[in-house]
């Protein structure tokens, strides 16, 4: 065993000149050697291996205890979920979709005026136009941006767009509303709810001009109607895990390795959290605002929960669990929180948390 421990050691410290990625692998494979073939070494051994390496290394290969599966709950349905769950609650169904393709071609001749119409309005009006820096008159650049975004909108919900492309396009929509796009400007929520009733609104006034039959109004509206609440509630998600995203007296800063940074499109940002929440939180936060990054990195685990009714009847309740896919690791302070107690998740001011794929 000692001849054992000796070449270890000498390993380590010969490899020491090569990237930090193989010698934390070493240093996990001299773990496993020393604490599960010969367990009667103490763990301290391979910290005196390891005390001079980067804390990012030396503290998530040296862990005190067997690892355990973090799991996360209560994770917000994807925008994919959303869309589909209500617009079958809505029961937009083909009677709907008929109707409203009859209108179609009055609301397109329109759709440059009702473009300019609603910035003009929002121009006009002193509080949207003061959160849009516009008091003074709107600027050209912003102006033809937003004209941009809202052509877009127009033309996809005239195609009758339902792809989930179209949902997660409008998830992302609500975050930029909420002050996460390239301006970082924040409007309230009630102008995003308030804007969709303006374009019902506008829908309906159009129609009226362009002397569509009475009784086909009708059936068309209840259906844009029903468009236009899918899409606010899609909205809505999106802006509510921006603001949850930031929300907390204090910041913890995270960065991703691996395909995760093209898929969120940065690699490091800073989430909010209250002093001593738990890592979970910040996790929760963070796949809750990047939906499209679960797959990657989490799978699903359903569990049942068995229970009485208020009358008595056996009753079953299944709920979505999140476990990370095999190799995926959270870091906090560089040590990896499977090696470590619930009570040592809770997170303080100057921590950092890393997510890291296999073989990182």
Known sequence: MEKL???VVRLVLHWRKF??????????????????????????????????????????????GQAQ???????????????????AFLHLDEDDLQAMLGTIEPL??????????????????PETAALLGWSGGADPQHLAERRRFFAVWLARTLGLDFSHDFARYLFRAGQVHAGHGRRRLHIPSLYVVGSIALMTAAFAR???????????????????????????????????????LTEGEEKVKVTVYGRL?????????EIGFYSGQSVLEVLRKFFNYYP???????????????????????????????????????????RDIAFMTEDQWRLEGADQVAIFPPGR
């Open 69 to 87: 599966i973090w799991e996360l709950r209560g994770l917000d349905p994807s925008p994919e979920e959303t869309w589909d769950h209500l617009r």
């Open 261 to 269: 940074r093209s898929l969120i499109g940065c690699d490091t940002l």
């Open 108 to 125: 397109f001749q329109r759709g440059y005026d009702l473009i300019v119409e609603n910035y003009a309005y929002l121009e006009a009006f």
């Open 206 to 244: 159009i129609l009226e001009q362009a002397e569509v039959r009475t009784d086909v109004q009708l059936r068309a509206l209840a259906g844009w109607n029903k468009v236009f609440i899918l899409h606010l509630q899609m909205m809505l998600q999106g802006y509510r895990s921006a603001l949850a």
């Open 292 to 334: 499209h990054a679960r797959s990657e990195t989490l799978e699903i685990v359903w569990e049942s929960q068995h229970h009485d009714d208020a009358r008595g009847n056996p009753w079953m309740e299944v709920e979505r669990i999140y476990r990370p896919r095999a190799g995926w690791r959270v870091l906090r302070n560089g």
């Open 5 to 7: 421990y000796t070449g």
């Open 19 to 64: 990237p930090s990625l193989r010698y934390r692998k070493l240093i996990r494979v001299a773990y496993h050697i020393i604490n599960k073939k010969y367990s009667d070494y103490p763990e301290r051994w391979l910290f005196m291996v390891t005390k001079d390496l980067t804390w990012q290394v030396a503290t998530s290969v040296a862990p005190e």
